[in-house]
């Protein structure tokens, strides 16, 4: 079978959610719909914590980067999808492909050590309330923030690399509504093993690290609450860590699903929904996580609404 070199390659298909016509407009609405939400809900965690004195502290001063990264995260698939759904076409640049595979894994990889910087928050918060200002001083969130930053950028370059010292067949169509790694590879003319090793060897590193530090936070939290004697300090030390938690569980959860759905399944169309999940639902989704728990980003965006009136 004859090879085309990937740098040859002018355009790929991506062939979205579903071919039928008559669902095109719904599903135009709703991801139109539930982007901006997505973008409206995280906007306003900045603004809040950027506004309002009160949250300038390090667990929002995270909160709002984390919701930085949920912006450029969304971005980075659903409005090239809803762009070829108005135009009523299927393609994507070479260079678009790239440039979204590499700002997926950037945002995504971010995002997942975010959350493990959250948690190591959480952790110092609870387990040594007393020395918790002497510890998570704002240099070190300003430093924990820029090496996720870039460990982030490093994961998102390898992935780049990878895919684009891959070859291809004359079908160049992905069933996908971005461009999907996993998918890309399926693609390829020839042996990838090399790619899935190096592949694996990242992910590890922005996926299974941070949730070894997630789980160990967690350990320690648990089993500094248990040994509080009154229920209600019980009851509040968990309350600052349900937000995150919620957050935490939602995108490892389906993130995990889109994993195990792929390897369960050999149907295109159920993994493309499942992906759906974790790059659309669980940025809109984080926002409310946050706001609809919390009296201090409620309060902080009264107080906005308040001055606007």
Partial sequence: MELQNLTKVSEYYLLGLSDDPELQPFIFGLFLSMYLVAILGNMLIILAVSSDSHLHTPMYFFLSNLSLADIGFITTTVPKMLVNMQAHSKS??????????????????????????????RFVAICYPLHYLVIIKPRLCGLLVLVSFFVSLLDSQIHCLMVSQLA??????????????????????????????????????????????????????????????????????????????????????????????????????????????????????????????????????????????
């Fill in 92 to 121: 994507i640049t070479y260079a678009g492909c790239l440039t979204q595979v590499s700002f997926f894994f950037l945002f995504g990889c971010l995002d997942s050590l975010l959350l493990a910087v959250m948690a190591y928050d």
């Fill in 168 to 309: 291809f067949c004359k079908d160049v169509d992905i069933p996908h509504f971005f461009c999907d790694v996993p998918k890309l590879l399926h693609l390829a003319c020839y042996d990838i093993s090399t790619n899935y090793i190096v592949i694996f060897l990242a992910g590890t590193i922005s996926g299974f690290l941070p949730i070894s530090g997630i789980s160990f936070s967690y350990y320690k939290i648990v089993s500094s609450i248990l040994r509080v004697s009154s229920s209600g300090g019980r009851y509040k030390a968990f309350s600052t860590c349900g937000s995150h938690l919620s957050a935490v569980c939602l995108f490892y959860g389906t993130g995990l699903g889109v994993y195990l759905s792929s390897v369960v399944s050999s149907s295109p169309k159920k993994d493309v929904v499942a992906s759906v999940m974790y790059t659309v639902v669980t940025p809109m989704l984080n926002p409310f996580i946050y706001s609809l728990r919390n009296k201090d980003i409620k309060s902080a965006l009264w107080r906005i609404v308040s001055r606007i009136a």
